[in-house]
């Protein structure tokens, strides 16, 4: 390598350590660089969670009254109520259903480039699917709201999508989203299956469909739940494709073809029309503390998922 | 997997597994849709706007000013675009090859580690508009700056940093084993062995997830609403080099809406007649840099690998 042999600076056997060495700036450095992120993770955490809190405290509302599906923040209509079971119910549907479109069909893929496809069909995929990764939400929303929902409200409108914006719209928007996440890591998993395993059930004289169910479905599992939850933790944060396309009406949704809202859109959509210490501001940092633990939970749950998997 | 010169062992004697050999086939088909079914929607999207952009995109309306009563032009939101990812990777590419190298060379199994590990995790899973509303209380309200492009780009470095920490400690742990060795078997120190020896193997890795990650941060709304603001800029004169000067283009210390939050303002707010037009057009050139950004990381990265390795 040249870079050895360029150096010059390497001198040979020294006894001693200087003070210089022992001082070990550079270590001192990328350590305090690498400590940074539980730094921003711990200071994150605090402001969100003690704005997130004002709304108990500074605004006098019982945590029990937000377990109620009014949302009516304003005071023009008599009692002001923030209720948050329409966000938090929206989150979790659109969030579920979208998972349910995406996972097979991200399976499917994982499965196709792993075992199934020829070289040039891998070195076209990958790169397919960094580009949807690639892809700006707003443009998934801007997508979603000039195509899938006109289309959604001419043709399926006697199903129940009369204004095209719903509950199925945002998901669906969302499982394109989640669908390179999701793939990527199944995919690892399957590639992570020894290739004896596979041998030995060709061996056996079982097809390829059989080695798939039998061998690599089981053995890659845990990788595939813990896609899921990775595509979970993205489409429950995603914000402005979901507010495009969702309707953005706060009530618990009966039908996926009804307007809906969700956690994100809601603080989207009020955080800019909303003075900063008012009730109504405090709710949408009460949601977004909600937000903040979800993804947590989701971290923690990967977790648990990888098992004691602490290094790599 | 089969070799067509050898005696196929004989599946056709049993009818449950000529069955079984059905279904492999149905099960071989249904794959193969999958993989084309996915190519499809990504050639379908890129045509989509291919053609909804088609009377927008001139060099007018890439380097022209906004209008409030024509098509105008999108000039200085993709130079606030560009202004913040160059500042956002300013400060996000040094601090995650840092932390990279920490974790790679240094770090040993332990709490701290550990720690550290749930940290990069955890940010990752943020919701990228949590991370726009944790600035808004840090840059735009405890800190008094108002909408500013440094705390777009400070926000944007919490959601690069992980992902940028990741990437390098990727790349610096594919660095053989033996290459150290070398190194620190002719006397080089640690630090001599990290700076000489393990990063300039990993740099083809790192630029390459530098380019990648340069492509999501450059697509970024969320994060940025509530920190480097809404506002539409009339017009820039990059004469003024006064970066002190909140007017001045060049300054860290100004709003500055991007090209992706410009499609989310323009279609929230509805104003104009020109919004559809000006949203196609911006989403296409948004989806025209994420193809630039991928080919650029996949031909740099070929290209730094060759150098380095050949030499």
Do not use: C
């Amino acid at each position: 390598m040249t870079s050895l042999t360029t150096s010059g600076r390497i001198t040979g056997l020294r006894p001693t350590t200087t003070f210089r060495e022992r001082l070990d700036v550079p270590r001192r450095v990328v350590f305090v660089a690498a400590l940074s992120m539980i730094g921003i993770v711990v200071v994150m955490l605090a402001f969100i969670a003690w704005q997130g809190i004002q709304l108990f405290v500074a605004g006098h509302v019982t945590p029990a009254s937000l377990l109620s599906t009014t949302w009516q923040p304003d005071n023009t209509a008599g009692a002001v109520t923030f209720g948050m079971l329409p966000f938090v119910a929206g989150t979790v549907g659109v969030t579920a259903l979208a998972v349910l479109i995406s996972a097979p069909l991200s399976v499917g893929l994982a499965l196709f480039l792993s075992e199934i496809a020829p070289a040039w069909a891998r070195t076209v995929l990958q790169p397919a699917l960094e580009i949807f990764v690639g892809i700006p939400s707003v443009v998934y929303g801007w997508l979603g709201l000039t195509v899938l929902v006109p289309w959604l409200r001419e043709n399926l409108s006697g199903a129940g999508f009369t204004l095209g914006f719903s509950w199925f719209a945002g998901s669906l928007v969302l499982s394109l989203m989640i669908l390179p996440t999701i793939t990527t890591v199944t995919y690892d998993a399957f590639r992570a299956v020894p290739q004896d395993q596979r041998t030995a059930s060709l061996a056996l004289g079982t097809t390829r469909w059989q080695t798939i169910r039998h061998i690599l479905v089981p053995a890659g599992l845990a990788g595939t739940l813990t896609a899921i939850v990775l595509g979970m933790t993205r489409a429950a944060g995603e914000a402005l494709a979901v507010q495009m396309v969702i309707g953005n009406r706060p009530v618990v949704p009966t039908s996926i073809a009804q307007p809906m809202t969700t956690l994100t859109s809601q603080i989207t959509l009020d955080m800019g029309n909303t003075v900063f210490g008012e009730p109504w501001n405090d709710a949408l940092w009460t949601m977004a503390l909600i937000l903040l633990l979800i993804s947590i939970g989701f971290v923690i749950l990967i977790r648990v998922l990888n098992g004691r998997r602490k290094f790599q | 997997m089969t070799t067509s010169s050898l005696p196929r062992p004989s599946l056709r004697g049993a009818a449950s597994s000529r069955r079984a050999v059905l279904v492999d086939k149905i099960a071989t088909g249904v794959l193969w849709a999958a993989g084309a079914f996915v190519l499809l929607i990504l050639a379908a999207i890129i045509l989509h706007f291919a053609i909804a952009s088609a009377g927008v995109i001139s060099l007018s309306f890439i380097f022209g000013n906004p209008s409030a009563t024509s098509l105008g032009g999108v000039g200085p939101l993709l130079w606030n675009s560009v202004y913040m990812l160059v500042l956002t990777m300013l400060i996000s590419v040094p601090l995650g090859i840092l932390a990279g190298i920490y974790m790679s060379e240094y770090a040993r199994e332990g709490r701290v580690t550990n720690a550290i590990r749930f940290a990069e995790e955890a940010i990752s899973s943020v919701p990228s508009i949590v991370v726009g509303l944790f600035g808004l209380i840090a840059f735009v309200d405890v800190a008094h700056w108002g909408f500013t492009a440094l705390g777009g780009a400070l926000a944007l470095t919490i959601f690069n940093l992980p992902l940028m920490s990741r990437l390098s400690e990727q790349a610096l742990r594919a660095v053989p084993a033996d290459e150290r060795a070398g190194s620190l078997a002719l006397g080089a120190t640690k630090w001599q062995t990290i700076q000489h020896v393990v990063v300039p193997l990993a740099i083809p890795g790192i630029v390459t997830g530098v380019i990648l990650t340069a492509g999501r941060v450059f697509g970024e709304a969320a994060a940025l609403l509530f920190t480097a603001g809404l506002s539409t800029p009339a017009g820039y004169n990059f004469a003024n080099l006064n970066i002190a000067d909140p007017r001045s283009p060049w300054s860290p210390f100004r709003p500055a809406t991007t090209l992706a939050v410009y499609i989310w303002s323009t279609n929230s707010e509805g104003l104009g007649n020109y919004v559809q037009q000006i949203a196609d057009g911006s989403s296409a050139i948004l989806l025209a840099m994420v193809l630039i950004f991928n080919l650029g990381a996949r031909l740099f990265g070929r290209m730094l690998t060759r150098r380095l390795t050949a030499a």
